[in-house]
């Protein structure tokens, strides 16, 4: 089979969904990384440390362009553009492909004039450019030639993994629970989550729960924000939560909650509608194209304080409305973002950059 060298954090649960998916439909898969892991079926190349920050990208970028010669790789394929990208574009390696995530295209250029210098030196590299949402890869098209093609791949759910709970699961209880599973930082709106809860609690008192999962940098000034607003027992702190316990997050929900500053695609929606939660989403980045307003959730402006537990209110008070849009959630999903067929179109992508490059025959 064809080798598949990956550029990317082999720590980070996205990665690993790509690379042992790649690896179980019997792609060859060496993966560069800083930061250790194990994945099954791939083999993980850990970059030595020096410092353990940032600057080991620039610190180790001739061992890692000796680690990609000495594999030989048929593709090499960077995740994240202004890292792994930036090493791969270095490299010189081709056929050479660079998924990008987020930050690294909507962030990253707006820091200075040469951040988005580099970001566009680093895309016009890349022989493919891979996208999981139509916002990013229009935000994209801003930095490269009109000329190149993108690649929208969504990043999706194993829908086998999330589904629907059983109706005794929550069936009953007396009260409805809002909750978000997110890294704990600004740019994810849990400080308005927070406020809009607040208002929420005082109309309608004892009638809810927030469950927040994840941590971050902003955990203790959130949980410090949920004292002033003296919900404290109202909201349930679970941390980081593995992976396998996740989707089970999801079930335990009435609705799922993304108020974002900022997302470029909007996973955690998908993996809550794909449970047959309702979704409250604001309207940014890539979440209009995962969430159908009025459909499987409801959609409303970022920063809105207001509108957001207005929302909250309609689904609290309106049981046959969550039911209703959770159902049409899970089956939107089916429809659009079944992982196996998101792994399937970048098959496809790999098959057509083997074609091009005259590599090697895959089936």
């Given at each position: 089979m064809p080798k598949i060298c990956l550029l990317a954090n082999a720590a980070s649960p996205h990665t690993e969904k790509w690379a042992s998916a790649l690896g179980r439909r019997g792609w060859s898969v060496d993966l560069i990384s800083f930061l250790p892991a194990e994945i099954p079926g791939v083999r993980i190349h850990l970059v030595p440390a020096v410092f353990g920050q940032k600057i080991d990208y620039i610190l180790r970028v001739r061992w890692v362009k000796e680690k990609i010669r000495e594999l030989n790789p048929d593709i090499l394929h960077a995740h994240y553009a202004t890292s792994f990208g930036f090493l791969g574009a270095i490299s010189s390696v081709h056929p050479f492909i660079i998924s990008a995530w987020g930050s690294d295209i909507f962030s990253f250029p707006k820091h200075s004039p040469f951040?988005?210098?580099?970001l566009e030196r680093v895309l016009s590299t890349a022989d493919y450019l891979c996208s999981t949402s139509h916002v990013m890869a229009k935000e994209m098209y801003s930095h490269i030639d009109m000329k190149k093609k993108i690649n929208v791949i969504p990043f999706g759910v194993d829908v086998t993994q999330f589904v629907p709970p059983e109706q005794a699961d929550t069936k009953g209880r007396k009260k409805v629970v809002f909750g978000?599973?997110?890294?704990l930082q600004p740019v994810y709106g849990l400080d308005l989550l927070l406020k809009a809860f607040a208002q929420l609690n005082h109309l309608e008192p004892e009638r809810a729960l927030l469950r927040i999962a994840g941590d971050g940098p902003e955990?203790?000034?959130?949980?410090?924000?949920?004292?002033?607003?003296?919900?404290t027992g109202q909201v349930e702190w679970l941390g980081t939560l593995p992976n396998s316990e996740i989707a089970r997050f999801y079930q335990d929900l009435d609705v799922v909650v993304v108020p974002s500053r900022q997302e470029s695609f909007g996973v955690t929606a998908v993996e809550g509608s794909a449970c047959a939660r309702p979704i409250i989403a604001s309207r940014v980045g890539g979440l209009p194209e995962v969430v159908l307003d009025g459909e499987t959730g409801i959609m409303v402006e970022p920063e809105n304080i207001g509108k957001l537990m207005e929302a909250m209110k309609r689904m609290l008070e309106h049981p046959e409305e969550r039911e209703r849009m959770g159902r049409a959630g899970r089956e939107f999903v089916l429809r659009n973002y079944d992982w196996e067929e998101n792994v399937t179109e970048?098959?496809?992508?790999?098959?057509?950059?083997?074609?091009?490059?005259?590599g090697r025959a895959v089936n």
């Amino acid at each position: 089979m064809p080798k598949i060298c990956l550029l990317a954090n082999a720590a980070s649960p996205h990665t690993e969904k790509w690379a042992s998916a790649l690896g179980r439909r019997g792609w060859s898969v060496d993966l560069i990384s800083f930061l250790p892991a194990e994945i099954p079926g791939v083999r993980i190349h850990l970059v030595p440390a020096v410092f353990g920050q940032k600057i080991d990208y620039i610190l180790r970028v001739r061992w890692v362009k000796e680690k990609i010669r000495e594999l030989n790789p048929d593709i090499l394929h960077a995740h994240y553009a202004t890292s792994f990208g930036f090493l791969g574009a270095i490299s010189s390696v081709h056929p050479f492909i660079i998924s990008a995530w987020g930050s690294d295209i909507f962030s990253f250029p707006k820091h200075s004039p040469f951040h988005r210098l580099l970001l566009e030196r680093v895309l016009s590299t890349a022989d493919y450019l891979c996208s999981t949402s139509h916002v990013m890869a229009k935000e994209m098209y801003s930095h490269i030639d009109m000329k190149k093609k993108i690649n929208v791949i969504p990043f999706g759910v194993d829908v086998t993994q999330f589904v629907p709970p059983e109706q005794a699961d929550t069936k009953g209880r007396k009260k409805v629970v809002f909750g978000v599973a997110k890294y704990l930082q600004p740019v994810y709106g849990l400080d308005l989550l927070l406020k809009a809860f607040a208002q929420l609690n005082h109309l309608e008192p004892e009638r809810a729960l927030l469950r927040i999962a994840g941590d971050g940098p902003e955990r203790t000034r959130l949980q410090a924000l949920a004292a002033r607003l003296e919900i404290t027992g109202q909201v349930e702190w679970l941390g980081t939560l593995p992976n396998s316990e996740i989707a089970r997050f999801y079930q335990d929900l009435d609705v799922v909650v993304v108020p974002s500053r900022q997302e470029s695609f909007g996973v955690t929606a998908v993996e809550g509608s794909a449970c047959a939660r309702p979704i409250i989403a604001s309207r940014v980045g890539g979440l209009p194209e995962v969430v159908l307003d009025g459909e499987t959730g409801i959609m409303v402006e970022p920063e809105n304080i207001g509108k957001l537990m207005e929302a909250m209110k309609r689904m609290l008070e309106h049981p046959e409305e969550r039911e209703r849009m959770g159902r049409a959630g899970r089956e939107f999903v089916l429809r659009n973002y079944d992982w196996e067929e998101n792994v399937t179109e970048m098959e496809e992508v790999y098959r057509e950059v083997l074609r091009e490059s005259g590599g090697r025959a895959v089936n």
